[in-house]
Nanobody, 114 residues
Framework: QVQLVESGGGLVQPGGSLRLSCVVSGFTFRVYVMSWYRQAPGKERELVAAITAGDTTNYADSVKGRFTISRDNTKNTVYLQMNSLKPEDTAVYYC????????WGQGTQVTVSS
């Protein structure tokens, strides 16, 4: 059974940091492109960051220099380190696994507010 379980979301003040984790099971993690997407209220889901099986990374312009995606194939886990958070980063963050098909997690809420 395919499972992607996100954790690490919460409420943080502007300028703060959070680290999201996504633990996966049920498929061969190391061959998948792993990504983080987010969806704010009233907006479409957007790609935040992605990392390939070969550790090539890609970021949305809005998060470059602030967010870092990484993966640990020994733990079947992908991470998103988020620094210098802004109110506009507030959204539900989703973990995605892509290799021929897509798998999604249930999402974790990130709220940046003072």
């Amino acid at each position: 059974q395919v499972q992607l379980v996100e954790s690490g979301g919460g409420l943080v003040q502007p300028g703060g940091s959070l680290r999201l984790s996504c633990v996966v099971s049920g498929f061969t993690f190391r061959v998948y492109v792993m990504s983080w997407y987010r969806q704010a209220p009233g907006k479409e889901r957007e790609l935040v960051a992605a990392i390939t099986a070969g550790d090539t990374t890609n970021y949305a312009d809005s998060v470059k220099g602030r967010f870092t995606i990484s993966r640990d194939n020994t733990k079947n886990t992908v991470y998103l380190q988020m620094n210098s958070l802004k109110p506009e980063d507030t959204a539900v963050y989703y973990c995605n696994a892509h290799w021929i098909v897509d798998h999604w997690g249930q999402g974790t809420q990130v709220t940046v507010s003072s």
